[in-house]
């Protein structure tokens, strides 16, 4: 039995805090084992799967890649579905996320059309209610389950009891009744993201839509209104707990939900009949299918053209307190519009922007530090330089790893890694993004960072990437400053800070790749930190003629990842730092950092950080004393 590994980067996936919300404490693993027999513990979970196969197997000959996975994703759920990571990025920035999820949206929709097709029969009551259980339960394995379809399912029997039986019952008497049965079963569910968002969206259909509505123009089409406010009501109920989870807000959700959520009910009204019907008859799901796809064609198209604007996301982190804040004022704000109090909503408003004028001049004025973080992305290396003034400043990106006959990426920790955590940071804008050299540890992770944020300037070593495509035509493509180096320079940053280059120098021509590194030193208030890349020993003995005492550092990171290749003793010993970073993998089949080098740090008695046993390393400093905190000793 082992406990599940600790989180290794701040903004990363927390998969301990996953399991325990699904009431796992620890995994099991067993050296061999033996199949003794099998039986069905769950008849119903047993058909939902058969089914769901069934059902997969039925839409795949019908549609191709992707289109069958979006289409089952909407109607059953994303369980045993494979989208992209593009796919899954654009609907996510689009505010569409939800769509790939069977929410309680399309149980009501299910249970509705049963419950009305069960009365056309003319039924007894409790034949027609024990039907809708058996679907619903059904419906719950075959879509995987969750929090949201729970939620939704026993609502539904909920007020499809109370209908049976002509009960009349308070809406909000439902959703408790339903939380209740929720806590009893599972308490863990308060503190499960799927569970609060699908009862905030619940509220907001019952009691926001008819506010929303009054406060739009009467002129106006009903049927507009009606279809704003049931865009408006979700956006403003879920938007704040979205922001403080994710750091990051979907500026034109509100438009693509409006734009495209007759589309979705389309797909999924038209969907779930078609696959009934294709069940017992394949030519009506064949058929209904073909008709689909050019709708799924169109719905991808203006996903993908609505992901392209580079304002569709805002990211901002913001503290827990001010999403408790967003939300006091929204149910105050709703509670004077219900009313008609708007003398007192007007006065409250003006309250509210003072306060948050005074919050926000408190937080400029506020002096911070500068924060550098050596993120853990395996064997490669990304560093984030924070600076005292709001500027972000990425030295390498982590790697990439790529399936080469297939051209399928593997790993990415562009993606996994450095993205999370400019996310969690809430940094939209990358000022500059410096490749030390072109090898696929150091820059594969690049594209994502480019992709998904705006970045300032692309520095690089001018030379040709034997990997990725040539980073210069990057430029047109992403309309950035590209600035390959080819001598000494100095940026400077802002004041008291300035980044010097060393190298790669016009004077010393080399054909190796990582003899070709940026080696950069950033300078704050009395501190420096040194990066050398991959630079080999020849690279730091040229460095060691050329700038001798300009090398002097308090921190290094080792180069080359600690390999014996670098880290000269001559040269650690004339940078003399006070502490030492080494981004290395956990396991790594290097050998990385190796057993000279840790000894020559050693023996100067410097303290030696390391990713591969450490996690990502932070160093925080207004210009006196460093700070060092890792993640797996100090979780910052």
Known sequence: IKNPKKIRNPGAFDFRRYLLLKNISGLLYSDSYEKTGSKIRNPFKYIAFKLKARILSLHERALPHPYSDILIGLVFGDDGVTLSEDIQNNFRRTGLMHLLVVSGSQVSL?????????RKLGLKPGIQYLFLCLVNITFYFLTGGGASIFRASV?????????????????????????????????YILLDIGAQLSFLATLSLIYGVDIVKKCLPATWPNFLNMAISMSLAPFLFTTPLLWGVFKEVSLISLFTNLLLIDV?????????????????FYPILW??????????????????YCASFSFSVM??????????????????????????RKALL??????????????????QLKEKPLLI??????????????????????????????????????????????????????????????????????AGGAFSILEKKEIGSLVTNGRRSLYLDNLNNWQDRFSHKVSPLTDVTRL???????????????????????????????????????????????????????????????????????????????FLKQVNPSFVIVSAGQYNRFGHPAPVVVKRVSDLGVALYRTDRQGAIQIQTFGDELIVKTMLEDSF
């Open 346 to 363: 007007k006065n409250g408003l003006y309250a509210s922007a003072s306060l948050l004028c005074l919050i926000f001049i408190f937080i």
């Open 110 to 118: 299910l249970s509705g059309m049963v419950f009305l097709f069960l």
């Open 492 to 570: 400077n940053i802002e004041e008291d800070m300035y980044l010097d280059f060393f190298h790669p120098n016009s004077s010393r021509i080399t054909y190796s790749e990582n003899e070709s590194s940026i080696v950069c030193r950033l300078y704050y208030r009395g501190h420096s930190f040194l990066f050398t890349g991959d630079l080999e020993e020849d690279g730091e003995l040229w460095l060691l003629r050329h700038y001798g005492s300009e090398l002097n550092s308090t921190v290094l990171k080792l180069g080359h990842h600690g390999s014996k290749t670098s880290t000269n003793k001559g």
């Open 315 to 340: 990211s901002v982190s913001i503290h827990w307190s001010f999403v408790v804040y967003l939300y006091t004022l929204l149910l105050f704000s709703f509670w004077c519009l219900e009313k008609e």
């Open 155 to 187: 609502m539904n029997l909920l007020a499809a009891g109370t209908k049976t039986w002509h009960y009349k019952i308070s809406p909000l008497i439902i959703i408790l009744i339903a939380l209740t049965i929720m806590l009893l079963i599972d308490p």
């Open 373 to 442: 973080t050596y993120l853990d992305v395996g064997q490669g290396d990304a560093c984030v330089i924070e600076t005292p003034k709001g500027k972000t400043i990425i030295i390498d990106s982590g790697g990439r790893k790529i399936n080469y006959k297939t051209r399928e990426i593997k790993s990415n920790e562009g993606t996994r890694t450095v993205l999370p955590y400019l996310n969690s940071k809430g940094l939209s804008f990358v000022d500059f993004l410096i490749l030390t050299h072109n090898d696929m540890d150091h």
């Open 264 to 280: 979705i009910e389309l797909l999924v009204v038209v969907g779930f009949f078609a696959t009934l019907g294709g069940l017992f």
């Open 287 to 304: 058929l209904a299918d073909a008709i689909l796809k050019w709708v799924i064609i169109a719905m991808l198209n203006i996903v993908n």
